[in-house]
């Protein structure tokens, strides 16, 4: 009589078409829905960025389904871009979800 061994088992996602759906569900589980500002939220965020002055500011953020919080200084505001700029990284003033300074 032979052992069959590991042959007789196969991973739960061994199937292709299984892990595709696996990932998928990864993804959507992980995905937040763009935020919606009020018009009283978006005003105290351009009154904010109107009055920076080189403070350490948190940025919350919406990029690519999720939400990404930045910790720095902005080095640079750009209104013709409608974007700034925190420690090299560039964000577009429209994603952002909330926005605190130290």
């Given at each position: 009589?032979?052992?069959?061994?590991?042959?007789?088992?196969?991973?739960?996602?061994?199937?292709?078409?299984?892990?595709?759906?696996?990932?998928?569900?990864?993804?959507?589980?992980?995905?937040?829905?763009?935020?919606?500002?009020?018009?009283?939220?978006?005003?105290?965020?351009?009154?904010?960025?109107?009055?920076?002055?080189?403070?350490v500011a948190e940025v919350h953020f919406y990029k690519k389904?999720?939400?990404?919080?930045?910790?720095?200084?902005?080095?640079?505001?750009?209104?013709?871009?409608?974007?700034?700029?925190?420690?090299?990284m560039l964000i577009n003033v429209s994603t952002i979800t909330?926005?605190?300074?130290?």
């Amino acid at each position: 009589m032979s052992d069959r061994g590991m042959k007789k088992w196969l991973p739960f996602n061994s199937l292709v078409e299984q892990k595709q759906y696996l990932r998928q569900m990864k993804q959507d589980i992980n995905k937040a829905e763009p935020p919606l500002l009020s018009e009283d939220q978006a005003e105290d965020i351009n009154n904010i960025l109107c009055n920076y002055h080189g403070e350490v500011a948190e940025v919350h953020f919406y990029k690519k389904n999720k939400i990404f919080s930045v910790m720095g200084k902005i080095t640079k505001i750009d209104q013709n871009a409608h974007c700034i700029v925190v420690d090299n990284m560039l964000i577009n003033v429209s994603t952002i979800t909330f926005l605190k300074i130290f």
